[in-house]
């Protein structure tokens, strides 16, 4: 189901529960450590981390809203190897409509790498006709607080007006950002379907899956060596699916294609990675094969049979948080 293909139904109510949860954003943005503001445009921009500290409930919630309100996450800790992290735990409803065309981001304009956008503004972006009395919420992943010419540039690609527009912004080095990436974990894996594997995706229908968030730095430069929320999707995790559809035959080898033992950069951190493309993580190549993660089962609806791939590799991640070079190279 592409966007512009959508019930005027199915928008409306994806609309109201994407406004819901935007509401409680903006009306808690003192206890989720937040600031609203509004642009000269009229669009509202709800700062999650350019100097506020944010929550992890708000990016609890943002996972929500990236998926539409077509998602439940929750939030809680887990023991890895001795840290106790936050851990996100995500169900994505329709999975390939919440986490495809919804939650995946991609980058503002050619000449606007850096700034990448996701969440129900994506259902007005290929749309036939403008939505005039549609309300835009554009969730945004930058290093810097967005401008009025972003907003500006996101109401001409939508059709919506600015005033109707809210924008949410996280950096990547932020508790809401690094949280709402963990709840990304689903998406790697329909995303790597789609654009990777040339598996249709529609052949899931139930999708839940699980990471560790990573812990925040303030120094968000791709030069210097940290962990990345990238790390510990790749290592640290995991996903179950349920598919119809599919030939039994191959499940196994599907499990192994989507778990990121299968990736070329396995055994890399991806602070490496991204250095080596200039710190664009547009520019990294074979970007559409590597974000996969750590481990993968799938339960086969009509068989019954059940096929897993990869496993969680918390010694990896330990090594990281402890400074240690963990690559296998």
């Avoid at 001409?156 to 963990?182: C, N, R, Y």
Wanted: glycine letters at 8%; hydrophobic letters at 40%; proline letters at 5%.
């Amino acid at each position: 189901m592409s966007s512009s293909s959508l019930d005027s139904r199915i928008k409306a109510h994806i609309a109201r529960r994407s406004g819901e949860l935007t509401r409680i954003l903006i009306d808690h943005a003192w206890e989720y450590g937040l600031s609203v503001q509004d642009l000269p445009c009229k669009a509202t921009l709800v700062n999650a981390g350019f100097g506020v500290s944010g929550s992890f409930e708000a990016g609890r919630l943002l996972i929500e809203i990236c998926h539409g309100g077509l998602a439940r996450a929750s939030l809680g800790l887990t023991d890895l190897g001795g840290f106790s992290l936050p851990q996100i735990v995500v169900e994505s409803l329709h999975p390939v409509f919440s986490t495809y065309s919804l939650q995946a981001s991609y980058s503002l304009s050619e000449d606007e790498l850096g700034i990448r956008v996701s969440g129900p503004i994506r259902m007005y972006m290929e749309a036939d006709l403008p939505a005039k009395d549609a309300i835009g919420i554009a969730v945004i992943e930058s290093d810097c607080l967005p401008s009025d010419a972003v907003a500006l540039h996101l109401a001409e690609k939508s059709g919506i007006p600015p005033q109707m527009l809210t924008l949410i912004a996280a950096p990547i080095a932020s508790v809401v950002g690094a949280t709402q990436i963990a709840g990304r974990v689903n998406e790697s894996v329909i995303f790597t379907m789609k654009e990777s594997l040339n598996v249709d995706p529609h052949i899931v229908k139930h999708i839940i899956g699980r990471a560790p968030v990573c812990p925040v730095s303030k120094d968000s430069s791709p030069t210097e060596k940290r962990p990345y929320p990238d790390d510990f999707i790749h290592y640290g995790g995991s996903a179950l699916l349920t598919v119809d559809d599919f030939p039994d035959d191959n499940l196994d080898e599907l499990a192994y294609q989507l778990a990121f033992e299968s990736a070329s950069i396995y055994g890399r951190l991806f602070y490496d990675v991204l250095r080596e493309a200039g710190g664009i993580f547009e520019k990294i190549p074979n970007l559409n094969d590597i974000n996969k993660p750590a481990q993968i089962t799938i339960n086969h609806l009509s068989s019954g049979r059940v096929s897993h791939a990869g496993k969680v590799e918390a010694e990896r991640l330990v090594d990281l948080l402890e400074g240690r070079d963990c690559d296998a190279s």
